[in-house]
């Protein structure tokens, strides 16, 4: 077992799309590319009140993945065939933060996936990254029925971890859903650059580098 410093923290929480995977501005910014589409198109139609809607329904699994593909692609204009794999073909493991949950966990930090989940089917966003296997929790949106920034979520998976939010550090690339887990007393830490996050987490849990 790897061996932590004398740290606050027994618990880390973790958000998936754009903390354990790629930044999604450039996961976002590749699929325009490949897409053909102008660059913001993503954005303006995720900032429209219909495509806040679908986000929200589809993370509480109040729709399915093919109902957003069909929905989303009319908001870009762009055709709907398999359209969250499109998206998220670039969403891929974020490789320093994946392996300092991995020796975190090995030095007796209990350790959680918070995350606003986007659907299994047709597309598996989670798959090969072998969750279950790798995290002490997983806590998906469509499965519990509630999703970020409700800080009935954050409870929850703190109740599941067996730590207290004064324990534990959570990062996440919004700023809201940070805004939430700080106003329970959880350590907020902003996931925008996988290194720095690497760096910070290793150093708040007291975690010897890795050579």
């Not at 939430?180 to 987490?201: C, Q, S, Y």
């Amino acid at each position: 077992m790897v061996k932590a410093g004398a740290s606050a923290y027994r618990g880390l929480i973790l958000d998936f799309f754009g903390v354990l995977t790629f930044n999604m501005v450039e996961v976002i910014s590749a699929f325009e590319g490949r897409e053909g589409i102008a660059r913001g198109t993503f954005l303006r139609a995720w900032a429209d009140p219909r495509g806040q809607e679908l986000f929200r329904q589809l993370e509480l699994a109040r729709i399915s993945q093919v109902d957003w593909n069909n929905g989303f692609a009319a908001l870009m204009g762009v055709a709907p065939d398999n359209l969250m794999a499109r998206y998220l073909h670039d969403a891929f493991p974020a490789y320093p933060v994946v392996e300092v949950a991995r020796q975190a966990r090995a030095a007796g930090v209990r350790t959680a996936v918070l995350s606003n989940s986007l659907g299994r089917e047709p597309y598996d966003p989670y798959a090969g990254f072998d969750l279950v296997g790798s995290f002490d929790e997983v806590v998906l949106s469509a499965e519990v029925g509630l999703r970020k920034p409700d800080p009935a979520i954050f409870r929850l998976v703190l109740d599941r971890l067996g730590v207290s939010a004064e324990e534990c550090l959570f990062v996440d690339d919004s700023e809201q859903n940070l805004a939430t887990a700080a106003e329970l007393g959880i350590t907020p830490v902003l996931g925008l650059d996988e290194k720095v996050v690497a760096g910070r987490l290793r150093e708040s849990l007291r975690l010897p580098g890795l050579f």
